[in-house]
C-alpha cells in the first residue's frame, strides 16, 4: 500500500509518502489509523485528533469506516478552506 501525508501529517511522521505492507487485521481507514499511530511518537501525534484528518483511498474522499487493502493509495491531509 502506498500512503502519502500532506501538512502537518507530513510534517509529524517525518515522511511524504511511503510502501507498508499491512499487518493482519488492517481492514479499513480507522484499523489503518490506529496502526500507524502505533508506530511511533510522531504517527500519534499527527494522528492525534480524528475530527482534522481528511483521508483519500485511490484518489476518492472517503469516511474512516471505507475498507483499505493492498495495492491502494491513501492520501492524509488536513480539512481544506475556501477563500
Same mark, same amino acid.
Given at each position: 500500500?502506498?500512503?502519502? #501525508? +500532506?501538512? $502537518? +501529517?507530513?510534517?509529524? %511522521?517525518n515522511?511524504a509518502?511511503?510502501?507498508?505492507? &499491512?499487518?493482519? @487485521? ?15 511518537? @510522531? #504517527?500519534?501525534?499527527?494522528? *492525534?485528533?480524528?475530527? $482534522?484528518i481528511?483521508? %483519500?483511498?485511490?484518489?476518492?474522499h472517503?469516511? +474512516?469506516? /471505507? &475498507?483499505?487493502?493492498? @495495492?491502494?493509495?491513501? *492520501?492524509?491531509?488536513?480539512?481544506? /478552506? @475556501?477563500g
Amino acid at each position: 500500500m502506498k500512503i502519502l #501525508y +500532506f501538512a $502537518h +501529517f507530513r510534517e509529524k %511522521a517525518n515522511v511524504a509518502e511511503e510502501e507498508v505492507e &499491512l499487518p493482519d @487485521g488492517i481492514s479499513d481507514v480507522n484499523s489503518l489509523i490506529d496502526w500507524l499511530e502505533s508506530r511511533s511518537d @510522531g #504517527y500519534a501525534d499527527a494522528f *492525534a485528533d480524528r475530527d $482534522h484528518i481528511r483521508v %483519500a483511498v485511490n484518489q476518492e474522499h472517503v469516511d +474512516f469506516d /471505507t &475498507l483499505v487493502k493492498m @495495492g491502494d493509495e491513501v *492520501a492524509f491531509f488536513p480539512p481544506m /478552506t @475556501g477563500g
